[in-house]
Structures are given as C-alpha cells and as structure tokens.
T-cell receptor, first 117, second 116 residues
Framework: DAGVIQSPRHEVTEMGQEVTLRCKPISGHDYLFWYRQTMMRGLELLIYFNNNVPIDDSGMPEDRFSAKMPNASFSTLKIQPSEPRDSAVYFC???????????????FGSGTQLSVL | AQKITQTQPGMFVQEKEAVTLDCTYDTSDPSYGLFWYKQPSSGEMIFLIYQGSYDQQNATEGRYSLNFQKARKSANLVISASQLGDSAMYFCAMREPNTNAGKSTFGDGTTLTVKP
C-alpha cells in the first residue's frame, strides 16, 4: 500500500495567491482529515470527512480556507487568498473503522510545507 | 473540553536504555482512546500505539509500551532499549468519544534525543 499521498511536498507562494493542497487517502479508508501544524499552535484539526461528506469543519480558521472531497480517493484543501500567517505544515490523514475497535489509528501523509511570503 | 499535557519539552536518553515520556489528559467522558505518534525530523507522523479507556491491560507494540494509569489520568509512553533512530518528536493524543481516531486532541510534543 502506498500510504496517504500528499502533493506538493513544498509550496512557496506570495501573499494573495491561491494555494491548493492535494491528498489521496489509503484505499478503503472512509475517513479523511486535514491537520495543520505550527510551532505556536501545534497540531490542529481543520476539517474531516466521512464517506466524502464533510462532518466537522469547525477547525477551519476562516472563509479563506475551503476543502473538498469529490470522491473517495481525492481531497483538496484550498486557501484563497493566502496570507503569511498561513505558513505551516499541512497534513492529510486517513483512517478506517469504528471508534473504540482494536486497531483504530490514523495514517498520515508526509505533509505539505507551505510558505507564504 | 479535552486536554492533553506533555510536560517534558525535551528528553535525553542513552542508547540501549529505557525512557518514559509523560502524558496526562483531562476528560469527563468515560470512553476515550489514547494514542502516541512519532514525528522524525523528516516530518511525517507515524502511529506508535493505542490504548482504549476500557482496556484492562497496558498496550504494547514491540519496544513501545503504554503505562496507562486511569485514576491518575496518565498515559506514559515507555520506549525500551532506545535506538538512535528513536530520536524524534513524540506526540500524545486523545480521541474524542464516539468519533474516529482522527478527531483527536494532540499534546505539544516531547523531543527525544538518543545519545550514542
């Protein structure tokens, strides 16, 4: 299994530009999560999907952020317009299973290092 | 609200020795899950071990074990026979009840350095 695949690995952009981060979850996983990691705030859950449907987007910082999951094998996180304070590592993760069942765990992608200048 | 506390920003251990990374949590829900993840300098997050709140025995995964003390609300990670490759950031996380593993609250992490 290839694991969770994220692209690009690194993204450098200028303030005001649109940024799109991509994620391919592990086949068969019915949950997909977007996390953001910064030194100041640590790991924060932005949004998660179950069976391609957004379940909780309460962590999305503001309207500039949007996420979609058009099918079971692809998701995007878009920032428009981007700002320097959006600079962070963005992780996509997928999971399967019923909460509380043995073996429940999260599989993370390698992350996208975003720098907004 | 749930909270995870990792009080050790950094830890050092000699190669081949055991080390304990502390984690305390706070929740009013009787059902929850606790996780530990490893983040090497390369940046990826790697699942290490899981403990359910109703599990009677402490979880173990190879050289990793979880010292679960429910009454004290602690879930310390024990790494036995440390290796140089264990040098990384370690995160403790707690899953909210009735949700999948991903909707978790993470601690601030502990940086572990293994000395040769």
């Amino acid at each position: 299994d290839a694991g969770v695949i994220q692209s690009p690995r690194h993204e450098v952009t200028e303030m005001g530009q649109e940024v799109t981060l991509r994620c391919k979850p592990i086949s068969g996983h019915d949950y997909l999560f977007w996390y953001r990691q910064t030194m100041m705030r640590g790991l924060e859950l932005l949004i998660y999907f179950n069976n391609n449907v957004p379940i909780d987007d309460s962590g999305m910082p503001e309207d500039r952020f949007s996420a979609k999951m058009p099918n079971a094998s692809f998701s995007t996180l878009k920032i428009q317009p981007s700002e320097p304070r959006d600079s962070a590592v963005y992780f996509c993760a997928s999971a399967v299973g019923v909460p509380g069942q043995p073996g429940e765990k999260l599989f993370f992608g390698s992350g996208t290092q975003l720098s907004v200048l | 609200a749930q909270k995870i506390t990792q009080t050790q920003p950094g830890m050092f251990v000699q190669e081949k020795e055991a080390v304990t990374l502390d984690c305390t949590y706070d929740t009013s829900d009787p059902s929850y899950g606790l996780f530990w993840y490893k983040q090497p300098s390369s940046g990826e997050m790697i699942f290490l071990i899981y403990q359910g709140s109703y599990d009677q025995q402490n979880a173990t995964e190879g050289r990793y074990s979880l010292n679960f003390q429910k009454a004290r609300k602690s879930a310390n990670l024990v790494i036995s026979a440390s290796q140089l490759g264990d040098s990384a950031m370690y995160f403790c996380a707690m899953r909210e009840p009735n949700t999948n593993a991903g909707k978790s609250t993470f601690g601030d992490g502990t940086t572990l350095t293994v000395k040769p």
